[in-house]
């Protein structure tokens, strides 16, 4: 999920993907998929067995593939013979199998896990969780490949776009930067596994809510303190802490870093008690989940502030439409001149969707 995340931190990405007139086709490309969806559910119930949850991943997976290339072609505006042309197999089957299929199978375990722990369980009642997981999938999937083809459109236009959302420039850094980068990976790792371990002491399904709390709370904060490590590597992050209000940090500690941090590892719940058939969580596999998700966490948020700063430093002006996205606000306003012309009219931070 870190285009998501990049899609909406990054300033040269989220400037493209949160204009109006994006926005409103954004809103039909979402809606069609989804009421198709429902219709290709309720065909499928009647032909496959969707109370086996790895034939609901594959159905899921199916339609989330079909829906990745549709709506990556909406969004880039041209034929399908110009968009295979000029974009390649490799662009295409990396929107196919990690936006569709990879992105899509997260999206129905993160839909089935939060059903389960809310009591409403797809072990005992498939047909809502799986009707919902194969729509919400779909539609998010929609949203996520439509602003992917918009902003490599826009690229092809000729405008700058440093960072493209395809885990291109994430390899790059580590490859250049892993001294950095390595110490908050290992932080974030020793942090999750012993958050997950915190629910081991209340037991059942409760501890699931507990190790939910812990991993996320822990890893909001491991991925905020990266960002700052990231934005500025020949500095201390705590003087990024220190330099930013305590408000504007709870908002960016809660999106992406609490919001991502509590996706993963719901996807991570998902893969223990439908996948994995381990309903009562297990010391070694909390431990585990917990790890991946806090580590993974901390990679990204360096990764962000890493990419932020690249962008600053080529020189990327920071627009009044920048105030609506979240996480941005505050942190890329540090300096004394940039907080003078935001802090009068700045608006609350809008919507992520």
């Given at each position: 999920?870190?285009?998501?995340?990049?899609?909406?931190?990054?300033?040269?990405?989220?400037?493209?993907?949160?204009?109006?007139?994006?926005?409103?086709?954004?809103?039909?490309?979402?809606?069609?998929?989804?009421?198709?969806?429902?219709?290709?559910?309720?065909?499928?119930?009647?032909?496959?067995?969707?109370?086996?949850?790895?034939?609901?991943?594959?159905?899921?997976?199916?339609?989330?593939?079909?829906?990745?290339?549709?709506?990556?072609?909406?969004?880039?505006?041209?034929?399908?013979?110009?968009?295979?042309?000029?974009?390649?197999?490799?662009?295409?089957?990396?929107?196919?199998?990690?936006?569709?299929?990879?992105?899509?199978?997260?999206?129905?375990?993160?839909?089935?896990?939060?059903?389960?722990?809310?009591?409403?369980?797809?072990?005992?009642?498939?047909?809502?969780?799986?009707?919902?997981?194969?729509?919400?999938?779909?539609?998010?999937?929609?949203?996520?490949?439509?602003?992917?083809?918009?902003?490599?459109?826009?690229?092809?236009m000729g405008k700058p776009m440093p960072t493209f959302p395809d885990?291109?420039?994430?390899?790059?850094?580590?490859?250049?930067?892993?001294?950095?980068?390595?110490?908050?990976?290992?932080?974030?790792?020793?942090?999750?596994?012993?958050?997950?371990?915190?629910?081991?002491?209340?037991?059942?399904?409760?501890?699931?809510?507990?190790?939910?709390?812990?991993?996320?709370?822990?890893?909001?904060?491991?991925?905020?303190?990266?960002?700052?490590?990231?934005?500025?590597?020949?500095?201390?992050?705590?003087?990024?802490?220190?330099?930013?209000?305590?408000?504007e940090l709870l908002k960016y500690w809660w999106w992406p870093g609490l919001a991502f941090a509590a996706t993963y590892y719901?996807?991570?719940?998902?893969?223990?008690?439908?996948?994995?058939?381990?309903?009562?969580?297990?010391?070694?596999?909390?431990?585990?989940?917990?790890?991946?998700?806090?580590?993974?966490?901390?990679?990204?948020?360096?990764?962000?502030?890493?990419?932020?700063?690249?962008?600053?430093?080529?020189?990327?002006?920071?627009?009044?439409?920048?105030?609506?996205?979240?996480?941005?606000?505050?942190?890329?306003?540090?300096?004394?001149?940039?907080?003078?012309?935001?802090?009068?009219?700045?608006?609350?931070?809008?919507?992520?969707?």
């Amino acid at each position: 999920m870190l285009h998501r995340m990049a899609l909406r931190v990054l300033p040269s990405l989220s400037l493209a993907v949160t204009e109006d007139s994006v926005r409103k086709r954004k809103r039909i490309v979402m809606f069609v998929p989804g009421f198709v969806a429902f219709g290709i559910y309720r065909l499928a119930k009647h032909v496959v067995p969707l109370d086996d949850v790895f034939v609901l991943l594959m159905v899921s997976s199916l339609v989330a593939v079909v829906t990745a290339l549709l709506a990556y072609r909406v969004g880039r505006a041209v034929s399908w013979s110009a968009m295979v042309r000029e974009d390649g197999s490799r662009l295409l089957g990396w929107v196919a199998g990690w936006i569709g299929a990879v992105y899509g199978i997260q999206l129905s375990l993160l839909v089935l896990a939060i059903l389960w722990m809310a009591g409403y369980s797809y072990l005992q009642h498939p047909d809502g969780p799986a009707m919902m997981a194969i729509i919400i999938s779909c539609t998010s999937v929609a949203r996520d490949a439509f602003e992917i083809g918009h902003v490599r459109k826009i690229g092809l236009m000729g405008k700058p776009m440093p960072t493209f959302p395809d885990g291109a420039a994430l390899r790059q850094m580590v490859g250049s930067h892993a001294t950095q980068v390595a110490p908050w990976v290992v932080a974030g790792l020793a942090i999750g596994a012993a958050a997950a371990s915190f629910g081991q002491a209340v037991g059942g399904q409760q501890a699931a809510f507990v190790e939910l709390s812990a991993v996320t709370i822990l890893g909001g904060a491991i991925t905020l303190c990266a960002y700052f490590g990231g934005l500025k590597p020949q500095a201390s992050w705590m003087a990024g802490l220190a330099e930013t209000k305590t408000a504007e940090l709870l908002k960016y500690w809660w999106w992406p870093g609490l919001a991502f941090a509590a996706t993963y590892y719901l996807v991570a719940v998902g893969v223990a008690v439908f996948v994995m058939k381990q309903p009562e969580f297990p010391m070694a596999v909390a431990a585990i989940g917990g790890a991946l998700v806090t580590g993974l966490m901390a990679l990204y948020g360096y990764y962000l502030g890493y990419r932020r700063n690249v962008e600053e430093q080529e020189g990327r002006s920071l627009s009044p439409a920048l105030l609506r996205c979240p996480f941005v606000m505050g942190i890329l306003g540090k300096s004394a001149t940039m907080g003078a012309s935001m802090a009068p009219s700045a608006p609350a931070p809008g919507s992520k969707a």
